[in-house]
């Protein structure tokens, strides 16, 4: 049972570019969020999909958009990078519901802005 | 706004103790409240949750305490081991959309 995956690992990138993240949630879900998690500090929330809309947002610029294809894999986008979106990219699946579900992680993409 | 705080930033314990991490949240809305265990580099692991309408649950070594009223959440370690050393998050979520706030995290050491 393939757990949560996330691509490309690393990315390397410039100010001004833009960024696509990948994420397969974990088999039987069919929500996902996304988080950021800059060095030392807690994943912050920034959006979540489910049935191929975004459900729910965080404080992020609307730089920061997403896509749920039908089968419920995501892609988070970022445009204009700036130094500060220099961060470790997780994405989280669950299982939706009428109560809070668990979400379960991959492995991220460490992104690097220079 | 929403906010979860964590405490200590950093905790050092030995071998064999207990470690305790406390949190509280500002949402009384709350009602799914994770903790996740990262290693460095590695992914967030979920190691325990506990929704508000229990007031405490165990998982072998790992016990959570709830108080709605305080708005005050624990997590317990006992027989600490070397594998305990991680970095640990509180978290809260409500409602079914479950949009996560996590707390700042605490780094666990434990000394052998």
């Known amino acids: 049972d393939a757990g949560v995956t996330q691509s490309p690992t690393h990315l390397i990138k410039t100010r001004g570019q833009q960024v696509t993240l990948r994420c397969s949630p974990k088999?039987?879900?069919?929500?996902v969020s996304w988080y950021q998690q800059a060095l030392g500090q807690g994943p912050q929330f920034i959006f979540q999909y489910y049935e191929e809309e975004e459900r729910q947002r965080g404080n992020f610029p609307d730089r920061f958009s997403g896509h749920q294809f039908p089968n419920y894999s995501s892609e988070l986008n970022v445009n204009a990078l700036l130094l500060g979106d220099s961060a470790l990219y997780l994405c989280a699946s669950s299982l939706a519901g009428t109560s809070p579900q668990p979400q379960h992680f991959g492995d991220g993409t460490r992104l690097s802005i220079l | 706004g929403e906010n979860v705080e964590q405490h200590p930033s950093t905790l050092s314990v030995q071998e064999g103790d207990s470690a305790v991490i406390k949190c509280t949240y500002s949402d009384s809305a709350s009602n799914y409240f994770p903790w996740y265990k990262q290693e460095l580099g590695k992914r967030p692991q979920l190691i325990i949750d506990?929704?508000?309408?229990?007031g405490e649950k165990k998982d072998q070594r790992i016990a959570v305490t709830l108080n709605k009223t305080a708005k005050h959440f624990s997590l317990h370690i006992t027989e600490t081991q070397p594998e305990d050393s991680a970095v640990y998050f509180c978290a809260a979520s409500k409602g079914s959309a479950s949009k996560i706030i996590f707390g700042s995290g605490t780094r666990l050491s434990i000394r052998p």
């Open positions: 088999s039987g879900h069919d929500t």
């Open positions: 506990i929704r508000s309408n229990v």
